[in-house]
C-alpha cells in the first residue's frame, strides 16, 4: 500500500520546463554581484579566447542562434567586433554572462584576464 501511495505521488509532481529552469537561471545572474557582472563583461572585451567560447556557445544555443547570426554577418567576422555587439544586447550579455557564472572553468580564466 506504501509504494502504491509514494509512487502516486511522485507522479503527481510536475517537473521544472525549461523555461522555468531558464527563468531560475536569470534570476541567479540577476543576484549575483554588480561587480561579478561588470568583472565578466570587462573579461568578455579584453580575451579572445574568452570571447570565441562565448561566441560558439551563444551560436549553438537556440534561444540565441538567430540574432548571434544576424550580429555576425554585420561585423563581417570579427570576433571583438560580434562581442561588441553582443555585448550592447541586454538579453545576450545576460546569456553570456551566465554561461560564464555557471562554468568554473570559464569564469577562474574571466578573473585571471582582470586580474582576480
Do not use: C, H, R, W
Amino acid at each position: 500500500m506504501f509504494i502504491v501511495a509514494f509512487s502516486a505521488s511522485l507522479s503527481a509532481q510536475t517537473m521544472p520546463s525549461l523555461s522555468d529552469a531558464k527563468k531560475a537561471g536569470l534570476e541567479e545572474v540577476s543576484k549575483s554581484s554588480p561587480d561579478q557582472k561588470a568583472q565578466i563583461t570587462e573579461a568578455l572585451k579584453k580575451d579572445e579566447g574568452l570571447q570565441k567560447e562565448t561566441i560558439n556557445y551563444l551560436k549553438e544555443n537556440p534561444e540565441t542562434a538567430a540574432s548571434v547570426a544576424t550580429m555576425a554577418k554585420k561585423s563581417g567576422g570579427s570576433n571583438k567586433g560580434l562581442m561588441k555587439s553582443i555585448l550592447g544586447d541586454k538579453d545576450l550579455t545576460t546569456a553570456a554572462i551566465e554561461y560564464i557564472s555557471s562554468n568554473p572553468e570559464l569564469l577562474s580564466k574571466a578573473m585571471k584576464v582582470i586580474g582576480m
